[in-house]
């Protein structure tokens, strides 16, 4: 329900500039983003529960009530510390708390604690649901790949990419954009290649999500167009505002 | 012509014929000679021909040509598409007064935007730019710009917040922007499609910078072939093979090259990518001078000084005086005596470092290994002495960036390199001391503790082994009188290298308080003797696997031709493969009876093998250790890390562009309801830098742990352990291409480094408080230096 399939969006803001954006994060809806709230609620839990056991494993904190917040009374002296210790011993005295610190101590030993507690944490930290890898082609300049990495929507739901990494392949070391065939298992998937020129091996576009071929050769297209052909695609808009300006400015002048 | 001029002219024109009447008659009876001959009829005959010629041949050709090339336009890309490529600071100061965009024009289309002059004519920015007024007052040679910037002028790009109905040139552009507007709207009479490219220029004085190719900390350029003149004979089978892979897969990428059926010409404008970055890099500190020096052209809004102002002017210029003067006195007489000290200081420790290194280097023959191949402490010496040797060229090179642009950006490297250098030795020395000290202070009971841990792991513990393998070891009945012989052998070995160690007991104290002493030289040192003398120590192992290794190797290698002579081949040296033979009843019997002594001997042989072997195994991984904790010493990029975390773009790792939403640009509200104009359809891309990643920081990292772990965890290895063969080190020099990753493969030579060192230009003058006040229009200005900068000057 939180994917799809890989599907294609494209900008183009002029016939020279296009971004083709491959994602498996489906158009944002109201229930989905509730289901991706509910995602990071879930993870949110999970870190709290990783602190509450490795809390209640390794410091054996005392069951009774928390100490105050501000021990002397005066609201002027608090202490991030102590505030923070205070937080995490009511939600250790809390009964999801006990329940957690239950598990953690009387159940399991001490280093599967350890290690659950890491799987957990990280899983929850860095482990994304989406993938999405996009490719810039700007006519003059050249290409650029891009994939999300690392907590890919952690925060934005979905909304956006947190963390990128980026490959820019300027036009002149461009050889060839071409559509090659790989047999992966039983099937044969397209994938889209840039031949860079001195350079020993070819560079995969969308190297994680390996799109189908309809578009793998849908973007090979328009990348192309874009790229090179003097008349792109689209080129007609631009011309019919390129006459409205002129008469624009006779006019002015 | 000015009338005045006029009159002059004919003053002078009426006297002269005057004074020379005869060379007017003189003409006068010319012309009448030349009339009575025909000449005039002639000449004017000529000339009707010639015209006739023109009118009807020349103008109809050159009519036929002008149709031809406009038909087809010659120059694909470049001319004719209509995309607008513009480059532009966001950091741009932005007002909204009228102005001149001033940048680079690196073709018809493709301009980057330096500054945006305010209140000025742009047919006057253009002439100053031509006469060069514009940068008048620069700190270095404007030639300089030129050359890095690919182009040999600056010119005027455009108009901005200029209203439509001025008239430009069609090749100029149209901006407007606000100081709300974080994105010009742009455009261009010529252009169709627009790509407005936003940057944010890199700050020359905090030594940021782009380039599209990750920047190089290591000094990566002749390592390569350092190794290979030493490699080319003992080139092992692993390098061969990987060589070939190389070599094939060069083949392919050959191949791929026919792949592409038409190859083609890149445009001016997609060969110009490296030009514009560099032009990116230098945008900041041209903007600096171009608005410096746009008060020689133009009428700015500005005010004079205020009376406080004014004293508080000639107050600063009081006191800078007195400072110059000090400043003066201490560079003229000082300082002079004591560069010279230093640097003859400097000469002399780089004379002692060369006989060091010469000695270090020294091989009896090309082939054999020099000191510092052999012994660690040797090699720490060695990088040490070639970092001292490297530092003043490297210091010499960073003092030549004084006296250049900013935006140059070829030493930056160098920068990170030399810093990173001297701060690692710094801190190694701080470690060395805390170890120093406390070695010193404990060196009994270090000494006691070594001498501890080398009897009971490298004496008894062999003792018990051997003894433990001399009775029946874990239920495996050995063959007795061979265990024993071999256990004896090898306990007599031990007890005399057990009383070798017992002689030098005595002065392992010393010893330890000599290896503390010196980790006054940096905490590295410690390690390296440490290091070597583990190797020393531990010398009697490396004999026992030896020995014992090859009594294997041997053994295995009869049973393997006895075997085949037991299957009745042979193996056939010429032709290299089992060839089957004829033997004799007799030979065959030896052979097979042979061939069963040897078999049962063999798990004998075996076991004492695998102890010394697996010894041996324990010594190169603490060697490992140790090593690996010397290069992280020795090269750890600590001033590389430390940059990434405080500022990013001075380790750029690439660019990086980004498609903006051209939405909100679009709907933002036009200063002029013309309906009729319309944007040509323009992108808004931002570029950004590209911090480098971790991963290529320790890139010499990972070479190092790949090269380690292919020659010691590749199956050959375990070939080797299996059949007894012996197992190489791993040539310390491939191991150490990291240590010397740093430094140059050949050092400068001593006079070298004298005439580096003497060739140092004398600093310039860091306080230059007394600038001659420009004039423009009359008025007085500020020094340009003092504070403000442009937000001052504005009323």
């Given at each position: ?120 944490a ?47 392949i ?84 | ?5 006029v ?43 010639l ?48 102005g ?52 040999s002028?600056?010119?005027?790009l ?79 089978d ?39 970055i ?69 000469m ?26 052999i ?9 040490r ?60 009971w ?21 003894s ?11 063959n ?42 940096g ?6 003797l ?34 085949h ?44 093998y ?25 090269h750890?990029p ?47 891309i ?47 020099k ?8 740093m ?11 004298w ?41």
């Amino acid at each position: 329900m939180l994917t799809t399939t890989p599907y294609l969006t494209t900008r183009r803001p002029s016939p020279t500039t296009a971004e083709f954006t491959l994602t498996t994060c489906p158009p944002l809806t109201p229930p989905l983003r509730a289901a991706l709230f509910g995602v990071l609620c879930l993870r949110f839990i999970a870190v709290l529960s990783v602190i509450i056991g490795i809390y209640s494993a390794f410091f054996s904190p005392p069951s009774n009530p928390p100490p105050p917040v501000f021990p002397s009374g005066r609201y002027y002296d608090f202490d991030l510390n102590n505030f923070l210790l205070h937080i995490l011993h009511l939600l250790y005295i809390s009964a999801p708390g006990q329940w957690v610190a239950t598990l953690a101590t009387s159940v399991l030993p001490p280093y599967a604690v350890l290690g659950l507690s890491a799987v957990t944490a990280y899983i929850a930290l860095f482990a994304r649901i989406h993938t999405t890898e996009s490719l810039l082609v700007l006519r003059g300049l050249g290409i650029q790949m891009s994939s999300s990495v690392g907590g890919g929507n952690f925060f934005r739901l979905g909304g956006g990419t947190y963390m990128k990494r980026t490959r820019f392949i300027p036009t002149e070391k461009i050889q060839d954009i071409l559509i090659n065939e790989a047999f992966k298992g039983f099937e044969v998937r397209y994938y889209l290649v840039i031949v860079v020129e001195g350079e020993e091996d070819v560079v995969v576009c969308f190297p994680r999500l390996l799109p189908r071929r309809k578009i793998a050769e849908k973007v090979w297209r328009e990348a192309r167009g874009c790229l090179y052909e003097k008349d792109g695609p689209v080129m007609g808009a631009g011309a019919g505002s390129q006459a409205a300006w002129r008469g624009g400015n006779e006019k002015g002048g | 012509m000015h009338p005045f001029s006029v009159l002059t002219l004919g003053i002078f024109v009426a006297g002269y014929i005057t004074a020379r009447w005869d060379l007017v008659t003189r003409l006068y009876e010319l012309a009448i000679f030349a009339w009575e001959y025909g000449v005039v009829t002639r000449a004017a005959k000529g000339f009707c021909v010639l015209s006739l010629v023109f009118l009807v041949v020349f103008l109809p050709v050159q009519h036929l040509a002008t149709l031809e090339s406009n038909l087809h336009p010659r120059s694909p890309g470049s001319e004719d598409d209509g995309l607008m490529r513009v480059f532009w600071p966001t950091d741009l100061p932005r007002s909204d007064c009228k102005g001149v965009v001033v940048g680079w024009r690196n073709s018809a289309l493709d301009v980057l935007v330096v500054a945006i002059l305010e209140e000025v004519e742009p047919r006057r920015v253009e002439s100053a730019l031509k006469l060069g007024n514009l940068l008048r007052n620069a700190p270095h040679p404007v030639s300089r710009i030129y050359e890095q910037c690919g182009k040999s002028s600056i010119s005027v790009l455009g108009v901005s917040n200029t209203p439509d109905t001025v008239e430009v040139d069609s090749s100029w552009i149209r901006a407007t922007i606000t100081p709300k507007q974080r994105t010009p709207s742009v455009t261009c009479a010529r252009a169709s499609s627009i790509q407005i490219i936003l940057f944010e220029r890199p700050l020359p004085g905090r030594m940021q910078y782009m380039s599209l190719n990750p920047i190089a900390l290591a000094l990566g350029d002749k390592h390569d072939g350092f190794r290979q003149d030493f490699a080319d004979s003992t080139e092992e089978d692993d390098e061969k093979k990987e060589r070939l892979k190389k070599e094939n897969k060069q083949k392919l990428v050959e191949k791929l090259k026919q792949h592409s059926v038409i190859k083609r010409t890149p445009s001016p404008k997609e060969r110009a990518l490296p030009t514009i970055i560099n032009q990116i890099n230098w945008a900041w500190e041209l903007e600096k001078l171009l608005q410096q020096n746009v008060s020689r052209i133009g009428t700015r809004p500005k005010r004079a000084l205020s009376v406080s102002e004014r004293v508080v002017e000639s107050a600063t210029t009081a006191r800078d005086m007195i400072l110059v003067w000090l400043w003066d006195m201490i560079t003229i007489y000082v300082l002079p005596v004591i560069k010279k000290l230093f640097v003859l200081g400097l000469m002399a420790h780089r004379v002692v470092a060369e006989v060091l290194l010469r000695i270090l280097e020294w091989r009896l023959r090309p082939r054999y290994a020099a000191l510092k191949d052999i012994s660690a402490t040797a090699q720490q010496v060695e990088i040490r002495l070639q970092q001292f040797c490297y530092w003043p060229m490297q210091y010499v090179t960073l003092r030549m960036r004084k006296n250049d642009w900013a935006s140059v950006t070829t030493s930056h490297p160098d920068y990170i390199r030399f810093y990173n250098s001297l701060w690692l030795v710094a801190n190694d020395v701080i470690i060395g001391m805390a170890f120093g000290s406390y070695i010193i202070d404990n060196a009994g009971w270090v000494a006691d503790e070594i001498s501890r841990l080398l009897t009971t792991y490298t004496v008894e513990a062999l003792q018990s082994s051997i003894s433990w393998l001399m009775g029946w070891p874990a239920g495996l009945k050995l063959n007795t009188e061979l265990a024993a012989f071999l256990g004896d052998l090898f306990l007599w070995v031990i007890e005399y290298w057990a009383s070798c160690i017992e002689t030098i007991r005595p002065i392992l104290p010393r010893i330890v308080w000599i290896i503390g002493f010196s980790s006054f030289a940096g905490a590295s040192m410690p390690l390296a003797l440490f290091s070597d003398l583990l190797s020393i120590l531990t010398i009697h192992i490396y004999s026992f696997y030896l020995a014992s290794a090859r009594i294997f190797h041997w053994q295995l290698n009869i049973l393997t031709s006895l075997f085949h002579l037991f299957r009745g081949k042979k193996h056939n040296v010429l032709r290299n493969r089992i060839d089957s033979c004829d033997y004799g009843l007799d030979q065959l019997l030896v052979g097979t009876i042979l061939f069963t002594v040897l078999f049962f001997l063999l798990p004998t042989v075996v076991v004492f093998y695998l102890n010394f072997a697996i010894a041996r195994m324990t010594i190169i991984l603490f060697k490992a250790c140790f090593d690996t904790a010397l290069s992280c010493l020795n090269h750890f990029p600590l001033f590389a890390l430390m940059l990434r975390v405080k500022d990013p773009k001075r380790l750029p790792g690439g660019i990086r562009f980004e498609l903006r939403d051209t939405q909100d640009f679009l709907s933002a509200p036009c200063n002029d309801n013309n309906p009729l104009r319309q944007h040509p359809s323009t992108s808004v891309i931002s570029l950004q830098p590209i911090p480098l990643d971790f991963k290529s920081m320790f890139y010499q990292y990972f070479q190092m742990g790949n090269r380690i772990t292919k020659h010691y965890l590749s199956p050959r290895v375990a070939l080797c352990l299996l059949t007894g063969k012996f197992v190489p080190p791993l040539n310390r020099k491939n191991l150490y291409s990291l240590q010397y990753s740093m430094l140059p493969a050949k050092r400068a030579g001593v006079m070298e480094m004298w005439d580096a060192v003497n060739s140092l230009p004398a600093s310039k003058r860091k306080v230059m408080p007394v600038q001659v006040p420009i004039l423009a229009n009359g008025r007085a200005r500020f020094p340009s230096n003092y504070g403000g900068g442009r937000a001052r000057s504005y009323g």
